[in-house]
């Protein structure tokens, strides 16, 4: 086997030893790269001790804590802003972006109970009818269905039978016989709305009162005008004596069970597809640089941990040397998690929620303290 050289005390690093080079050609970074593995070597017992690593190893751990570091604040950012951020455009690059809480995904959950309510939502609203016959009561609407090759069926909102108006049959003896009161209406835009009966403009309950007098009538002493709707299948009252038109708006079962109310076309549909970036390196502070490091030294562990582990021991003249790569290996581990916890704590604690409820806490500390303080006396 050939005899591979080790961490000789010192590197210098230049753009192309990382393996996927991210951050090579950020300055802060390539500053950073070599101090971390003195850093990382150092506190491996270097000099006194040998480091069975090479400054790409060093590297390599240095770029998956920066891209970590990145991928934990952004899936938080994601998480903190998903309901805003869902549906937009993938085309942007939300790294250093403000993002705003918006109403939008809320808006398209709320348009599904304004399509149940009829005042809004994604599906469309259709119309049709039906020829009556005289003599047939029950018309089949499903056969519409069939007939206008629609899928799945339909499902009926609304059916336009109901008797004429009453206005329709508001009939004056008066009205039309010279005495001008017509016209004086026409003059007010209500001659196509209510006959003149009078030489006075009459008040409005007074043509309420006509009108309820007809409908009163009609429900009384005629056939009501009604329907029965169950499973598509229309019967109406009374009985067609004639041939008309029967008016009907529908939705389709098919456009209303169809989950996509909102086709996409490079838009935000999942989590993965949020346009979040690596992080530009010379944008994090102190903090984060801090705990890049603590996390790069424990991916270092355990890289030295699995080398020294080809080797449980090894042979030293009148004696032998064993080595701590189980050490190694338990301690990198425990530090990753643990660091991975302080992050993912410390970036809860920050969330919006977190922020409003330590807010409201403070504000309630406060006015308590406030109570507390006496009120003068004013002695006039």
């Given at each position: 086997m050939a005899n591979i050289p080790i961490w000789p005390g010192s590197s210098s690093f230049f753009p192309g030893q990382t393996p996927f080079g991210f951050y090579d050609y950020d300055y802060d970074f390539q500053t950073d790269a070599d101090?971390?593995?003195?850093f990382c070597t150092r506190t491996l017992g270097y000099p006194i001790q040998e480091v069975e690593l090479?400054?790409?190893?060093?590297?390599?751990?240095?770029?998956?804590?920066v891209t970590t570091y990145g991928n934990e604040v952004f899936r938080w950012k994601i998480r903190e802003n998903y309901l805003s951020l869902e549906g937009s455009t993938t085309g942007s690059n939300f790294n250093n972006q403000l993002i705003s809480p918006t109403l939008n995904t809320m808006i398209r959950i709320a348009d599904e109970y304004g399509l149940e309510a009829e005042v809004g939502g994604k599906v469309t609203l259709h119309s049709g009818s039906v020829t009556l016959i005289p003599?047939?009561?029950?018309?089949?609407?499903?056969?519409?269905?069939?007939?206008?090759?629609?899928?799945?069926?339909?499902?009926?909102?609304?059916v336009f039978y109901q008797e004429p108006p009453a206005i329709l049959r508001y009939f004056d003896p008066y009205a039309g016989t010279g005495t001008g009161v017509q016209s004086l209406l026409d003059a007010f835009d209500f001659g196509s709305y209510s006959p003149g009966i009078n030489f006075l403009l009459m008040p409005i309950y007074y043509d309420?009162?006509?009108?309820?007098?007809?409908?009163?009538?009609?429900?009384?002493?005629k056939s009501a005008y009604s329907f029965e709707l169950q499973n598509n299948q229309l019967r109406i009252f009374p009985t067609p004596t004639q041939s008309h038109k029967l008016y009907f708006q529908y939705y389709k079962i098919a456009d209303k069970?169809?989950?996509?109310?909102y086709p996409a076309t490079n838009l935000i549909t999942n989590i993965g597809e949020v346009p979040y970036q690596n992080p530009v390196y010379n944008h994090i502070n102190s903090v984060g640089r801090q705990w890049i490091f603590q996390y790069t030294l424990a991916l270092v562990k355990m890289n030295l941990a699995y080398v020294r582990g080809k080797y449980g021991t090894v042979p030293i003249p009148g004696s032998?040397?064993?080595?701590?790569?189980?050490?190694?290996?338990?301690?990198?581990?425990q530090e990753r998690e643990y660091l991975l916890t302080q992050l993912r704590e410390m970036l809860d604690q920050t969330s919006r929620q977190a922020q409003l409820d330590r807010r409201r806490q403070e504000t309630e500390n406060l006015n308590t303290t406030l109570n507390s303080v006496p009120l003068l006396i004013y002695v006039g």
């Amino acid at each position: 086997m050939a005899n591979i050289p080790i961490w000789p005390g010192s590197s210098s690093f230049f753009p192309g030893q990382t393996p996927f080079g991210f951050y090579d050609y950020d300055y802060d970074f390539q500053t950073d790269a070599d101090k971390v593995a003195l850093f990382c070597t150092r506190t491996l017992g270097y000099p006194i001790q040998e480091v069975e690593l090479q400054d790409i190893n060093f590297y390599t751990s240095f770029e998956e804590s920066v891209t970590t570091y990145g991928n934990e604040v952004f899936r938080w950012k994601i998480r903190e802003n998903y309901l805003s951020l869902e549906g937009s455009t993938t085309g942007s690059n939300f790294n250093n972006q403000l993002i705003s809480p918006t109403l939008n995904t809320m808006i398209r959950i709320a348009d599904e109970y304004g399509l149940e309510a009829e005042v809004g939502g994604k599906v469309t609203l259709h119309s049709g009818s039906v020829t009556l016959i005289p003599g047939v009561q029950v018309y089949d609407l499903n056969a519409f269905a069939i007939s206008q090759s629609i899928s799945g069926g339909i499902e009926v909102r609304r059916v336009f039978y109901q008797e004429p108006p009453a206005i329709l049959r508001y009939f004056d003896p008066y009205a039309g016989t010279g005495t001008g009161v017509q016209s004086l209406l026409d003059a007010f835009d209500f001659g196509s709305y209510s006959p003149g009966i009078n030489f006075l403009l009459m008040p409005i309950y007074y043509d309420i009162l006509k009108l309820q007098a007809i409908e009163f009538n009609d429900q009384v002493r005629k056939s009501a005008y009604s329907f029965e709707l169950q499973n598509n299948q229309l019967r109406i009252f009374p009985t067609p004596t004639q041939s008309h038109k029967l008016y009907f708006q529908y939705y389709k079962i098919a456009d209303k069970i169809n989950p996509v109310r909102y086709p996409a076309t490079n838009l935000i549909t999942n989590i993965g597809e949020v346009p979040y970036q690596n992080p530009v390196y010379n944008h994090i502070n102190s903090v984060g640089r801090q705990w890049i490091f603590q996390y790069t030294l424990a991916l270092v562990k355990m890289n030295l941990a699995y080398v020294r582990g080809k080797y449980g021991t090894v042979p030293i003249p009148g004696s032998e040397v064993t080595l701590n790569q189980s050490d190694l290996l338990t301690d990198g581990r425990q530090e990753r998690e643990y660091l991975l916890t302080q992050l993912r704590e410390m970036l809860d604690q920050t969330s919006r929620q977190a922020q409003l409820d330590r807010r409201r806490q403070e504000t309630e500390n406060l006015n308590t303290t406030l109570n507390s303080v006496p009120l003068l006396i004013y002695v006039g």
